[in-house]
């Protein structure tokens, strides 16, 4: 039922900045945190960054400083700004929803992934 859509991917080179968007088909502050994962090739998928629902942000170490995650209520859409990106931000960039239910368990919601290609 949730349905989450990105954009903003594509090709750019080193050092270049990129956003992507993931516009979700209701609140984004009904879920309890919003996420951004990447798969690389011949690695396993990896959280970026996530947000939640009271704003608080937490990011991987490798684009600590480089990347910011961020919402816009209004327009129901999660953000992913990418500065100075390198060669190993090359991937497929999913957007994510969690929604806890208890007991540590979550419910999880994805997008089908934005392509990003860094070169030189």
């Known amino acids: 039922q949730v349905r989450l859509v990105e954009s903003g991917g594509g090709l750019v080179q080193t050092g270049g900045s990129l956003r992507l968007s993931c516009v979700a088909s209701?609140?984004?502050?009904?879920?309890?945190?919003m996420a951004w994962y990447r798969r690389n090739l011949g690695k396993e998928r990896e959280l970026v960054a996530s947000?939640?629902?009271?704003?608080?942000?937490n990011y991987a170490d490798s684009v600590k400083g480089r990347f910011t995650i961020s919402t816009d209520g209004a327009k129901n859409t999660l953000y992913l700004q990418m500065n100075s990106l390198k060669a190993a931000d090359t991937g497929v960039y999913y957007c994510v929803a969690l929604e806890t239910l208890g007991s540590d368990y979550e419910e999880d919601w994805w997008g089908q992934g934005t392509q990003v290609t860094v070169s030189s």
């Open positions: 209701e609140s984004i502050f009904s879920f309890s945190r």
């Open positions: 947000i939640t629902s009271g704003g608080s942000a």
